[in-house]
């Protein structure tokens, strides 16, 4: 299994960016898939994930802001950031967790920074 994200970068407040996941060895049908954040010196948590039936979910600090998406066909999943606050800074790490909790697997992560 391998996640590989990209799409991270430095971006002003206000502005907008999206994450990619792609994935290997993954099957999306037996697969919750999520995307967590994790800033400097702070635990890292959950930003918002998408089971295996299609179904989202969000942290209330994210809601309305970021969308979490997914293409079967390429094994990748999405992560639309718009609205950024400074307080969105941070790594950003793709998660496969399986649906029965029996294993999951990390991306390396990417960068994230809204500066102005």
């Known amino acids: 299994v391998q996640l590989v994200e990209s799409g991270g970068g430095l971006v002003q407040p206000g502005g907008s960016l999206r994450l990619s996941c792609v994935t290997s060895?993954?099957?999306?049908?037996?697969?919750?898939m999520s995307w967590y954040r994790q800033a400097p010196g702070k635990p890292r948590e959950l930003v918002a994930d998408?089971?295996?039936?299609?179904?989202?979910n969000y942290a209330d600090s994210v809601a309305g802001r970021f969308s979490i998406s997914r293409d079967i066909a390429a094994n990748t999943v999405f992560l639309q950031m718009n609205n950024l606050k400074s307080s969105d800074t941070g790594v950003y790490y793709c998660?496969?967790?399986?649906?029965?909790?029996?294993?999951?697997?990390w991306g390396q992560g990417t960068q994230t920074t809204v500066s102005s």
């Open positions: 998660n496969a967790r399986h649906l029965l909790g029996t294993e999951q697997f």
């Open positions: 060895g993954v099957s999306f049908s037996l697969y919750d």
């Open positions: 998408i089971d295996f039936s299609g179904r989202t």
